[in-house]
Each structure stands twice: as C-alpha cells, then as structure tokens.
C-alpha cells in the first residue's frame, strides 16, 4: 500500500477512535459520580447511545453505498457532531443529556463502520493492510485515555468526578479536527448496485453463512462487551486506590488510563493479524476471541488480585482483535462490493446497536442486584455472567460456524 495512502487512513483511524475513546470509559462513572444520576438513568442513556447504529444501515449506508462520497459524509458528520458532544460537558438535566445523546448518537455511530468501509475500499490486500492501519484507532484511544487521566491526576482545579466533564470537551476538540481531516482522505464514491436499496441488499446477504451465524452471535457479545465499558472503571477506580501509588503514576486516575492496557495488548494483537489471518481459519479466531471474553471475566470476579487483573485488562486485545476486527474481515469478504458500507452498517446495527441497548440494561439491571447504595458490593457475582455468557456464545460458534477457511474476495 503507498506510503501516502496508509498516513491519510491511519490517522483517520486515529482520530475515530480518540474521539470515542475520550469520553466512553467514563461515562458511568461521571454520570453516576457527579452528575447525580440512578443506574437506571444510566442504562438508558447507554441504550440511547446505541440508537445511532440502528439508524446507520438504513441512512448512512445506503447514502455511502448509492448516493454519496464516504469522505464527504464522514467530514460532516464529524463537524456537526462535535458541537452535540460539546453541549453534553455542560448538562446536568437527565432528559437533556437523553436529547443530546440521542443526537450525537444519529450522527457519530454511522461513522464507525464507514471508516471501515472507506479503508476497506482503497486496500490492496485486506488481510495485510486492515490490521496495520486500524491499529491506529487503538493507539489514538490509548493516548487520548493515559493523557485525559493523567490531566485528572495532576489537576487542581476539578475533584476527580467533576474533572470527567471535560472528556467531552476533549472529544468535541478532536471531532472538529477529524471534520477538517476527512476532507482531505481518498475520494470513495458510491456504486451502482442491483437492488436500489442498499440496505435490502445487505440483508438478503445475511441471510446466508457464516454472515448469518456471525450476525447472530454478535447480539451477545455485544451485551458481554458492555459489561466491560460499563462497570469496568468503577472496579478500577476501588481497586487502583488500594494498590500500589505507581498505578495512578503510570495510568493515571479515574480508571480509564488503566483500562488502556487492553488497547496496548489489542495493538498485539492487531499488528500480528496477517500473520494470524493467513494461518488460522476465521473461525479459530472467533474462537480466541469469545475464549478470552471469558477468561476476562473470570479473572476479574474470582481472581482479584493486581497481576490478575493487569492481564484480564490485557486480555481485551484477543477479545477485539480476535472477534470484532475479525468480524468486520468477514462482512467485508463475504458481501459484494456495492452493498459494503451497507453491510457494514448492518453489523454495526446489531453489535453496537441492538447490542449495546440490551446490554446496557442488562449490565445495569444485574449491577442493582449486587449494589448497596450507590457502590457494587460483589463484583464476583456481577462479572460471572458476562462469564458463562461467553462460555455460551463459544459453545453456539462451536457448534453452528462453518470450519476451515473462506475464500478471499
């Protein structure tokens, strides 16, 4: 891939995701923290987050796949999504969080997957090329992630909880950026296509496998993967205060620096994926990857011990590597390069989407089963079903997944 065209996608990644990653660790603690809101307040404003990946497939997709330049979309989506995310620094009233969720939402979650299929469209080999230029969204949430907690450490001027606001602000900084940015990327135009519905055409090819037993496991993984982003700072938070001063040095406060050691693990993970692709079949992978959403947690319910914990936290780079990165692979090879964004989108939809909405409640409902007050009180009751669940999906892929490998396309 020209050196030109690998610096414009990866920076793009970088700044996708270090707008993500500014504020996403976060939320429920800040929310919850400082803002004053119930868990039950916060499930919805995490369901409601999730609202924008069900309007990407029927809005982005089709304009992305029929209508529009990729770029140009991304550009202003980004541009007028900053100023939504802006505003959340600042609002303390639940219904107009929910609004301005709801908005920011529409707006930012399509871009997700059609960075995915803006790179996708301009590589000349997807197993060599996706994996060193997604990287970069790893790298550029890790050192939005270290760099927002250090400021929190070091701050005088914020407590811990009020000091979260400004994950926001940071977010809303480097989205104006990734607006101005997305002007410059490669020209991807859209494609005529067979069906005039782009989005119909990517559900007829879901109906087939592998699409067909990926799209179902991707519901529950999804719900597992909540459990992570939900709860996981708090844990950090209570646990890094009774371990040694170094942690905070290192990462940070507030439990979203230390929360970076999966994204320096997935970068691994990432960087060894056309090592991996080529030698393992898609369905091995998958299988790493559901392994070790288990494996994580585990650890973090019955083996709460500091070295424990670093490597179920590292263990995030298997769990996306493995399964969502190598999940979007298979979408990408196993459609027609007219309905790609489309596809995209629709995967999107259910993992970031239904997933997160159902998800979230269920992180939420099973958390106030194991809360007195306002603090969880069990963390091995709460992290053991997102355990066993990931014990189930590996089961499911076990048994439904086609084995061996696919043919490229």
Known sequence: MPIGLNAKLSGMMFLQYAIWGAWLPLLWPYLHGHVGFTPGQIGNIFAIGAIGAIVAPLVAGQIADRWFPTQIFLAVSHLVGAAFVWLLAS??????????????SIIYAPTLPLTNSLAFHHMPDRDRDFGRVRVWGTIGWIVV??????????S?????????????????????????????????????????????????????????????????????????????????????????????????????GLMTIGQMAEILVLASMPFLARKLSRKSLLAIGLAAYAARMAIFAYIPSASAVMFGIALHGLCFGCFIFVAFMIVDEETSSDVRASTQSLFNLVIVGIGTIVGSKVATWIAELYMEGNEVVNYAGLFSWPMWGALACLGLLAAGYPGGKRART
């Open 156 to 256: 005088d001027e914020y407590d811990l909880d009020a000091g979260r606001a400004n994950a926001f602000r940071l977010s809303a900084i480097l989205g104006w950026v990734m607006g101005v940015y997305c002007f410059l990327l490669p020209h991807t135009p859209p494609k005529p296509g067979h069906e005039k519905s782009a989005t119909l055409a990517a559900i007829l090819a879901v109906r087939k496998q592998p699409l067909l037993m990926l799209f179902l496991l991707a519901v529950p993984v999804s719900c597992i993967h909540q459990f992570y982003f939900v709860h996981t700072a708090g844990f950090l938070t209570n646990f890094q205060g009774g371990a040694a001063d170094m942690l905070t040095d290192i990462f940070g406060a507030g439990g979203g």
């Open 145 to 154: 992630g270290i760099g927002f907690s250090q400021w929190l450490a070091g």
């Open 91 to 104: 609002t303390t009233d639940y219904e107009t969080f929910c609004y301005y969720t709801l908005a920011y």
